[in-house]
């Protein structure tokens, strides 16, 4: 079965400052997909950014880029210049290719201090 | 996008008593799926809703706990039975949008129903 790590239960950023979020996961699948959701305090999920894992190039959506290490499984969410609106909780998620339920990591806190 | 309206947003529920949680989607879509999100909590799936035929439901769910409806393709309830303190957590709903076959190009979620049992 697959499984998603977060190993960050919280974090903090400055305003403009850059931070990174970190996410392994586990598959034994060659062809699925990966995403970062953000859940602010109104509970509404909502998609960030996500990766093919057949793509090689690294997603990028605005301020928000992933590092995806398909090798060491790895898939973590880079924000630049955080604003104060980027405070959320943010869930890595995976997909395998042939499945249609989600599975989630355990999320971040991520706050973005004035 | 898939809009997606939860209702109830929120409610406070006696115990032993149920609640019947409602996604209306504003277009059709093949599957919607029904998440529990207990306090500090990540998302973990209850069921995954077909319509026309029975839902399937994850390990540790069962249908008497969590019955599901589906008449359409556009809505689906989701009942919490004889419901206990633990039942408390945020209820979402979701779907898929554009998937030929496959898995879509993204899920999106309603605002949730936040559950407290007393």
């Known amino acids: 079965a697959q499984t998603v790590t977060q190993s960050q239960p919280e974090m903090s950023v400055q305003e403009a400052e850059t931070v990174t979020l970190s996410c392994t996961y586990d598959t034994s699948e060659n062809n699925y997909y990966l995403f970062w959701y953000k859940q602010p305090p109104s509970r509404q999920m909502i998609l960030v950014i996500r990766q093919e894992a057949y793509k090689q190039q690294n997603a990028t959506e605005n301020r928000f880029s992933v590092n995806f290490q398909k090798a060491a499984k790895s898939f973590s969410l880079k924000i630049s210049d955080s604003q104060l609106g980027d405070t959320a909780m943010y869930f890595c998620?995976?997909?395998?290719?042939?499945?249609?339920?989600?599975?989630f990591g355990s999320g971040t806190q991520l706050t973005v201090l004035p | 996008s898939a809009v997606i309206s939860q209702k109830p947003s929120r409610d406070i529920c006696q115990r032993g008593t149920s609640l019947t949680i409602q996604c209306q989607v504003d277009s059709q879509v093949t599957m919607m799926f029904w998440y529990r999100q207990q306090p500090g909590q990540s998302l973990t799936l209850i069921a995954t809703?077909?319509?026309?035929?029975?839902?399937?439901?994850e390990s540790g769910f069962v249908i008497d706990k969590f019955p599901i409806s589906r008449p359409n393709l556009t809505f689906s309830t989701l009942t919490v039975s004889n419901m206990s303190p633990e039942d408390s957590s945020i209820y979402l709903c979701s779907v898929e949008e554009g998937g030929r076959g496959h898995f879509a190009a993204e899920a999106f979620f309603g605002q949730g129903t936040r559950l407290t049992v007393v």
């Open positions: 998620a995976f997909v395998e290719g042939s499945a249609r339920q989600l599975t």
């Open positions: 809703a077909n319509q026309g035929s029975e839902a399937t439901y």
